[in-house]
């Protein structure tokens, strides 16, 4: 079953055996958001770039000796993948309902997603590079940190979010264990910036990835860009044509 291994990992007293977390602020939220296979980005021989959105599926890890091994639970290849990492879930993430993660990137951040991903690659100018003509790369989304550090409150308290998030970043996070799992062939961090224009979200995230992009991947070391989170792109293109949505 797709799950967070984190516990597993780097044990947590704070955390209950369903994984929930409990904030700070007393707030009980939902267990994680599993990483997700979304589709596959196409570099077709007529130089473009084309996003087919694919039956979701939850990537399944397992737990060894020293680390873990991924696979799509419904056996999609998912060899040499584009991983795309955002911070961490929010409302969009989880049905209240039937108390249950849906998957990363839903809402706004989805749909923005597969309306200007095609786009955002044909603009860039790192990533492009990283393609080779007449290949297709699996697509995964990963929270850095899976469980909802914003606690569901909306409109988002950013300060809120950047507080849990930071702590869960650093104390108990095992994003480079999932990124190890999945061998990437290409990283994009779109994670979100947060309220510390110093030392970002994001660039916490690129601390994490630069320090050990050596040990990311059994076939090469990773290519690897950033870029603005995708729930900022319709506006971003709106008041600023020209922007590079992905470096």
């Avoid at 702590?167 to 799992?181: G, I, M, S």
């Amino acid at each position: 079953m797709s799950v967070n291994y984190l516990d597993q990992l780097n044990p947590n007293p704070n955390s209950s055996p369903n994984n929930n977390r409990t904030w700070p602020s007393g707030a009980s939220v939902l267990g994680p958001c599993p990483d997700q296979y979304k589709g596959e980005l196409t570099y077709n021989p007529n130089s473009a770039f084309i996003f087919t959105p694919n039956f979701f599926s939850n990537i399944d890890y397992q737990v060894n000796a020293t680390n873990l091994t991924a696979q799509c639970v419904n056996n999609i290849n998912i060899a040499n993948p584009i991983v795309i990492i955002l911070e961490s879930p929010h409302i969009s993430e989880f049905c209240l309902f039937c108390h249950k993660a849906l998957g990363p990137a839903m809402g706004v951040t989805g749909n923005n997603f597969i309306k200007y991903i095609d786009y955002a690659v044909q603009k860039s100018t790192k990533f492009k590079s990283f393609l080779k003509i007449d290949s297709t790369y699996p697509v995964i989304f990963v929270n850095a940190v899976q469980f909802q550090t914003s606690e569901g409150v909306s409109p988002i308290n950013q300060q809120i979010r950047d507080s849990n998030w930071i702590n869960e970043f650093n104390k108990n996070n095992d994003l480079l264990q999932r990124l190890q799992a999945l061998n990437p062939y290409a990283i994009i961090n779109l994670c979100t910036k947060g309220l510390n224009k110093d030392n970002t979200l994001q660039n916490q995230v690129e601390t994490l990835i630069n320090n050990n992009i050596n040990s990311l991947s059994n076939n090469q070391v990773p290519f690897h860009t950033t870029g603005f989170h995708p729930a900022s792109w319709q506006k971003l293109l709106k008041n600023h044509p020209s922007v590079q949505l992905i470096k």
